[in-house]
């Protein structure tokens, strides 16, 4: 069941308050598939967003709906010539509105953002393997399992695996100068 009035769009530093407020919300469910952070300061906060704005290939996507954060998926690309072609997100939605589409939508949007930028050719994530939803939600839009990152996590008291997976385009980079020995 998809929600039409959901809104997804890039964050902005305005959105700092929301986003803390959304983030309290979602360390207070105590979920097992997420790490449990320090809530930021609000400053903290506008300068992360900030970050991902001035930065080539970075992104923080915001599901809102009645004017408040119901979902939201970073990315963050490599800072090196050898990685800035890949990036890593993650993703989080807020309770109430699991399994409602939200997820679908920001993982596409950001297929498509991503898809957009120049030079730029993976997207991985990890999942822990007891996030059953997540996993299918990847697998349904494109994302290959590559990997296992034996006791890669610690969510639930003990080091557990991690799953990697990945959506890759396919591109073509020419010879670069930077690649030179």
Avoid at 80 to 92: E, I, K, T, V, Y
Avoid at 102 to 107: A, F, K, P, Q, S
Avoid at 155 to 175: A, I, K, Q
Wanted: hydrophobic letters at 35%; proline letters at 3%; a negative charge.
């Amino acid at each position: 069941m998809t929600n039409p009035n959901i809104e997804i769009r890039d964050a902005e530093t305005c959105d700092a308050a929301s986003v803390l407020d959304y983030l309290t919300e979602l360390q207070s469910e105590k979920l097992d598939t997420i790490s449990r952070m320090q809530i930021p300061s609000l400053k903290s906060e506008q300068d992360w967003i900030g970050g991902a704005i001035d930065a080539e290939h970075d992104a923080i996507l915001l599901a809102w709906k009645n004017e408040a954060v119901i979902g939201m998926l970073d990315v963050q690309s490599g800072k090196r010539p050898h990685n800035r072609h890949a990036g890593m997100f993650g993703m989080s939605v807020a309770r109430n509105w699991r399994q409602r589409g939200v997820g679908t939508r920001l993982v596409r949007a950001v297929l498509e953002r991503c898809g957009s930028w120049q030079d730029f050719c993976r997207l991985e994530l990890n999942v822990v393997p007891w996030n059953t939803g997540a996993i299918s939600l990847y697998e349904k839009l494109g994302f290959e399992h590559e990997g296992r990152k034996r006791k890669g996590v610690n969510f639930r008291g003990t080091p557990e695996d991690l799953l990697v997976m990945s959506y890759t385009w396919d591109r073509d980079f020419g010879n670069e100068s930077d690649t030179k020995p």
